[in-house]
């Protein structure tokens, strides 16, 4: 049973990793290798991830004049930390459901809706602007995210409310 444990730890910290990196490049919008630290944070709190005072300051002094922080040092930094080694502990528990993804694959279609909604809507303003959209999605293209706003904004103010992000997601 134990041998069974330490191949389910290491194939979820690889799953982990792998999620956490694509997580990165998305974040990396203008792939420089570099990400914003408010960004990253963002990230997190949407998937209700909290860091502590402490790790937010050391992970602040790892970003530049600029709030960067490279992928590399972001990614090392991270797997270091506290957050993500509680994360992975998690994972190994008997039906523990610690992600957004998962915990969304055992509710309704109208959670997932409004989670989603709350995952895209970075700012927490209400809306999803094209930004927020281009952020999060990872795999649609500016072009193929235009034509979701041309179709489903329905009022043209250039974002998605609830109701119009609702639409989009039964139409699926």
Known sequence: MASVMVVMKQNNARKAEKA???ILDK???NANGRVQLADFMDILEANGVEMDEDEIASFSGLSDTKGEISKTDLLVHTK???FWKEFLGSKT???SHTSKVEAMNNSDR??????????FDMNKDGYITREEFKK???KLDSTQIEAVFKRFDLNNDGRLSMDEFRRLMEKR
């Open 110 to 119: 109208s959670s997932k809706t409004e989670m989603a909604f709350k995952l």
């Open 20 to 22: 956490l990196k694509e």
């Open 80 to 82: 270091n930390s506290s």
């Open 136 to 138: 999060v999605s990872k």
């Open 27 to 29: 974040a990396d919008g």
């Open 93 to 95: 528990k008997p039906c």
